[in-house]
């Protein structure tokens, strides 16, 4: 079993910055997804376990940047420029990497963190 943490959400103010944390251990690609109460959970950005290949999804392309830092068996979702429709639960995502691709389907993970909350106000 791997363990997914997520760390790093928040309540900020348009404009401002917040960087999310994923803590695991393994090969693994990893997915930043986001959820608001209704609506389905969307991807968000993805990285391959190369570190290579990433995926962001439209809305976000620009302002937010996946890495990872394999020495810290941790993976980034730096987020910039954050907007109110932002706000969301945000999960980070997991799978054994079984090529060097990303993964943008939330069925395509395995292992998935607790959710950390980012709230943006206008």
């Known amino acids: 079993q791997v363990q997914v943490t997520e760390s790093g959400g928040g309540s900020v103010s348009t404009g401002d910055s917040l960087r999310l944390s994923c803590t695991t251990s393994g090969r693994l690609a990893l997915g930043w997804f986001r959820q608001v109460p209704g609506k389905e959970r969307e991807i968000v950005a993805a990285?391959?376990?190369?570190?290579?290949?990433?995926y962001y999804a439209d809305a976000v392309k620009g302002r937010f940047t996946i890495s990872r830092d394999y020495d810290k068996n941790t993976g980034y979702l730096q987020m910039n420029s954050l907007k109110p429709e932002d706000t969301a639960v945000y999960y980070c995502?997991?799978?054994?990497?079984?090529?060097?691709?990303?993964?943008?389907?939330?069925?395509?993970?395995?292992?998935w963190g607790q959710g950390t909350q980012v709230s943006v106000s206008s």
């Open positions: 995502a997991a799978r054994r990497a079984v090529s060097g691709s990303y993964y943008t389907r939330d069925s395509d993970y395995t292992f």
């Open positions: 990285i391959s376990w190369g570190g290579t290949l990433t």
